[in-house]
């Protein structure tokens, strides 16, 4: 994008923060709900050392966000702090994943957590089904091993809590599943297994501050929706690959795939005309695709913008040995470090996709945290926000996933 085109677009900034507000939407407004962050305290404080494990029920905007708090701020290969559960997260109905979770958690120190806002999704419902009649089968309480995270109001959960005295956290009414993480969605089970709350919802705010910048200079969300919009309409990327250095990122991707798919690709537009709207969202992981995609990248269609992140402290230095240093073939392994050489890889591949013009930006943070994460979160659900208004599409509502589940639910009742 030129100069004058980025100047062009900044006429808009305003406008889109003032249209936003008026979809009177929850993703920007729950990071200050500082209530609901003390009630999630106070309960896993209550709860410390009952359950070896937490079980997550949900699926898309119930699960995606979790997993990637989960991967991104716990030990890669299951090692936890004493006295800290283990964090599973059911997110399919694959019966032979439902059969192996068994084989690894015993119901008397399990919690599990049932994700709902309708209280009618089949995969979390008939999980929570499976599941309660496990635990009733072991003569447990159902209230002391179950909690509901739904509608604040109404739906199936609901209902059930109130008859049965299950434990219940809200989604806000104004805040969809795929912009859930920083609700009790995503809060509650962080928070189980030792998340530091505050510091999420702090990066969040910081973002959220430069999401309502008025300062085109400023504003990296604003900023960034620019780029993609310009990219797919007028140069036809229609596919953004979003492809982190760093494995504990690598379900972020999964989370924004999500929200973008979600979010842009709609059928009609404010209006209720047709326009056939989307960019295709694809995850990648530096630098393992660079032997997996890069040749697509490098040389197939030019549909592609790339979001490298890389982030600046992976972990301590930890250097390569020089074992054969009389190797010349090898020998640019001398003197470096697994962390340089991850880096430097990186820099090569987006290199290399400038040479072969393929548009890519990278966005560094400086180490994986909770506050860097909440900032992440925030600065892609504050630009999937700007996008809906340049496409003039509604961001926020998802009739083609309403389609699938009603023929779900009919052939269901039919058969």
Known sequence: MTKKQFRAQKKYLKKYLSDIQLRAQGFYTVVDDIATVRDIEKFAGEVKGKYDDIVVLGIG??????????????????????????????????????????????????????????????????????????????????????????????????????????????????????????????????????????????????????????SFNKNLPFQLAAVQHFLNVKRGKSMNVMMPYANKLHRFSDWYRQLLAESIGKKKNRKGKTVHTGITPVNALGATDQHSQSQLYNEGPHDKFFIFIAVEKLTKLIRIPNLNPKKEKIAYLKNTSFNELLDIEREATALSYTKSRRPNMTITIAKIDEEYLGQLFMLFEGTTAFLGEFYGIDAFNQPGVELSKKFTKESLRNK
Request: hydrophobic share 40%.
């Open 61 to 214: 905007g119930s699960s995606l966000g979790t997993i990637c708090l989960r991967d991104g701020l716990s030990h890669m290969y299951g090692k936890k702090k004493k006295g800290t559960p283990r964090l599973h997260v059911l997110d399919n109905i694959d019966p032979t994943m439902i059969e192996e979770l068994e084989d690894v958690i015993t119901f008397k120190k399990t919690l599990f957590i049932v994700i709902s806002k309708s209280g009618t999704t089949p995969e979390s419902m008939s999980q929570y089904f499976y599941f309660r009649k496990k635990l009733e089968k072991a003569k447990l309480s159902v209230k002391k091993h179950v909690v509901f995270i739904t509608d604040p109001v109404r739906g199936v959960l609901r209902e059930i809590s109130l008859e049965d005295g299950i434990r219940v956290f809200d989604i806000p009414k104004n805040v969809g599943g795929r912009f859930s993480v920083l609700t009790p969605v995503g809060l509650l089970p962080a928070a189980l297994v030792g998340v530091d709350l505050r510091k999420l919802m702090k990066g969040a705010q910081d973002m959220r501050d430069i999401f309502f910048a008025r």
